[in-house]
């Protein structure tokens, strides 16, 4: 190739890894997405066939193939230390390989596995801005030769903004369980007060994520709905003793200092610093227990000023509290509870999230009833098919009209094997 050539070549792609550079930076992806984009790039400037992010576990000391072409689902885990990729990541080293099939250190079982024929390969740590190694970045079969020191210094650029695309989403990740652990351990304090109603906010959590899978709420949206449902009986915190714990009905005056937790719930979390699209999580979770139709409390607010995440929150509450032993009361008859919420439908719930609620498979639902209450539950697979088939709006429509098929039966006694246990 002449010089003049060579020079077009470059500043081709010089063009190239500075466009990129602004596409990164100008689009929030998530990790995969931010990983696929530096794959693409990788094998664009490079001009190579295939392509693989190899990501390490500090746990167990292996590499695994978090992005791969050419792999479908399938992943590659192979130990630190072994396999290009394994030298690669113990040593730090970029590896430039010529002809795959002549190195010891090439393990031929993934071509094998995938009929794929490696021939040229370079290899690259991803390191932290600590040095650390974060995993490696590997491209395959440059179309054109063999890769050179110039493709070298470009996949060492590539991965250095991969391992930062890494490491802050396992920044973000971290965060996520941090607050995430805090939050559970919050409730399971609340649990350890009072034995009989523990798991409680483990259980309207599971169903209220339920729902709101059911109306198709975005991730951000379901994060706020959960986080809002372990949290908000928090309040019961303030309650005496006496009163949360009775082993019978309460008095009208101690169910009036009872109905003060949802205050103490909103008066507790509005000293948590939330982020901003967190900020709505003390007022949904204070307000379980207003009704549609302004007789619920503390505020008696009325249909759409009771945020729409407290009205999914408020028909799981009273789910779990029917279907749960009190100590007062075993667990209600299942056709019971549900006359109840559909009864209630208009009046206090809000007929969407009754409606949502209803649509919940019989095996989610049996899942949720018995969450925190049968240690290591498990759903028959005799009994799971047709618990999946059914919902919730069948099993009532079934009991409700008395005289069952052998087919309505079937699922009745299905459900039942996994009810009030
Ligand atoms: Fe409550």
Known sequence: MGEIENLIKERERLHALLDFGHKVSMKILNLDDLLKLIM??????LNADRCTVF????????????????LGKREIRLPVGKGIVGVVAATGKILNIKDAYSDSRFDIETDRKTGYRTKTILSSPMKNKDGEILGVFQVLNKKDGTFNEEDEKILSLLSRQAADAIENAFLYEEQKKMFESFIETLSYALDRRDALTAGHSRRVTYFSVKVGEKLALSPKDLEILKYSSWMHDLGKIGVRENILAKPGKLTDEEFEKMKQHAEYTREILEKIYFKKEYKSIPLIASSHHENIDGTGYPGKLKATSIPFFSRIIAVCDVFDALTSKRHYRQPMPILGVLGILKNDTGKKFDPLCVEAFFKISLCDIVRGINLGKVENFVVYSQDEKILN?????????????????????????????????
Do not use: C, H
Not at 55 to 70: Q, V
């Open 40 to 45: 693409a790039e990788a094998r664009n400037i």
């Open 55 to 70: 990501i390490r576990d500090f746990d167990t000391n292996t590499l695994w193939s978090k992005i791969a072409d050419g």
């Open 389 to 421: 088939e059914n919902t919730l709006e069948d099993l009532f429509l079934i009991l409700k009209s008395g005289d069952l098929t052998p087919g309505q039966n079937e699922i009745v006694s299905a459900f039942m094997k996994y009810y009030g246990k």
